[in-house]
């Protein structure tokens, strides 16, 4: 349902963005957002944002992230500037809400890697 893409390797300072396209116009109904995990540690909430348009984001990337919908192209982007090496994670796209019955979908994960 979820194809995350966009992730890759850059210096600390730099900047990525991070791609997230549904099969279909979920994205327009609930909310979606991002997640990360790093090596041995637990999926931890980036970013989210919700259909009327609400935005959350963890503290440690507040000012530098940004999380954006095209309901037209049925994609999600995470706009990630002032890259850090605390950064580094596989980064995961979810969507979630209601239209028939409840869905909750998870993209395969993107990995990002922050050179210091």
């Known amino acids: 349902q979820l194809q995350a893409s966009g992730g890759g390797l850059v210096q600390a300072g730099g900047s990525l963005r991070l791609s997230c396209t549904a099969s279909?116009?979920?994205?327009?109904?609930?909310?979606v957002g991002w997640y990360r995990q790093a090596p041995g540690k637990e999926r931890e909430l980036v970013a989210t944002?919700?259909?009327?348009?609400?935005?959350n984001y963890a503290g440690s990337v507040k000012g530098r992230f940004s999380i954006a919908r095209d309901n037209a192209k049925n994609t999600v982007y995470l706009q990630m500037n002032s890259l850090k090496p605390e950064d580094a994670a596989v980064y995961y796209c979810?969507?979630?809400?209601?239209?028939?019955?409840?869905?909750?979908?998870w993209g395969q994960g993107t990995l990002v890697t922050v050179s210091s």
């Open positions: 944002l919700t259909n009327d348009g609400s935005t």
């Open positions: 279909g116009s979920i994205f327009s109904v609930g909310s």
């Open positions: 979810n969507a979630n809400g209601v239209t028939n019955e409840p869905y909750n979908y």
